[in-house]
């Protein structure tokens, strides 16, 4: 490490690059061992020893078994459309209720508060049964709509975007006011733009988290045509008496929207130049 202002040599900065290439090998290696797993061919032991990382003949017919003897189009819709719902419904919900808790001034703000916080530490199992006795009572239950709606807003995201809003100088929400702009014409011009990247950073957070679950939906839904990715993934170990090269193929294509997705937004993640439009 630099000391006393002092830059660190050529040598310390290849040592500190070649440890962080390392790790980060470490990091993908579980990722490469399933996507060779996945294109082994039939015929070439997947538990060979000594293991060998690259596949002798690499082949795709674990995907193409995958798409032919499951609806694996149905799961990735299903998946996408309770993913794109919950992540939209958060950045929607969650910044209307973070704003009134960041700005407005109001008895008990900080009880509200309080209590959304404490909201984080309670697990799911604990509200799992009433949840589930919910959605059986509204007439949800086996439908996606049960899947969107406890996932439409968290408290980790409401926490988030009100500590964002927070940074937000106050002289620019005066100066809307003074243009005649209202608290909601606030929120959408101001406070929304300021706070894109804590924005983008829930957006991924719901929609890996949302994309993954599995306890939930194993519990509300029973129908194969409204399963989820992670549900149909879970048919091929009774299906085809676990064919690791499918399970291992089901999971590269469960991993990649989240790979696109993260590599589409992450360049979005920037700090905000909020603090540049007012001069001091």
């Not at 003897?69 to 299903?78: E, K």
């Not at 998946?79 to 209720?97: D, E, K, P, Q, R």
């Not at 199992?125 to 009433?130: A, D, E, F, S, T």
């Not at 439908?143 to 968290?154: E, F, G, K, R, Y």
């Amino acid at each position: 490490m630099a000391t006393n202002g002092v830059r660190p040599s050529g040598f310390v900065m290849a040592i500190q690059l070649m440890g962080l290439l390392l790790i980060a090998l470490m990091m993908l290696l579980p990722l490469i061992w399933l996507l060779s797993t996945s294109l082994k061919g039939s015929n070439e032991n997947i538990f060979a020893s000594p293991p060998t990382l690259l596949p002798a003949q690499p082949s795709l017919q674990a995907y193409q078994r995958l798409f032919a003897a499951n609806p694996m189009a149905t799961y990735l819709l299903n998946s996408t459309i309770v993913s794109g719902l919950a992540v939209l419904a958060n950045l929607l919900f969650c910044s209307l209720a973070a704003y009134p808790l960041a700005r407005l001034r109001f008895a008990g703000r900080g009880l509200v508060l309080a209590l959304v916080v404490t909201t984080i530490l309670i697990p799911f199992q604990v509200v799992m049964i009433p949840l589930y006795l919910l959605m059986v009572q509204i007439g949800l239950r086996n439908s996606l709509w049960a899947l969107i709606l406890p996932q439409a807003a968290t408290a980790f995201g409401i926490f988030l975007l009100r500590q964002s809003f927070l940074t937000v100088p106050v002289e620019l929400e005066e100066a809307a006011r003074i243009d005649g702009c209202s608290p909601i014409g606030e929120w959408w011009n101001i406070m929304l733009p300021a706070a894109r990247a804590d924005l983008i950073t829930l957006a991924m957070f719901v929609f890996i988290g949302t994309w993954g679950d599995f306890l939930w939906p194993l519990i509300i839904i029973d129908d194969p045509d409204l399963y989820t990715l992670p549900l149909g993934l879970q048919q091929l170990s009774s299906s085809f008496s676990l064919d690791w090269r499918l399970v291992a193929a089901g999971a590269i294509v469960s991993i990649i929207p989240v790979l696109f997705v993260f590599i589409l937004l992450q360049r979005y993640i920037l700090p905000s130049a909020t603090a540049d439009a007012v001069k001091g």
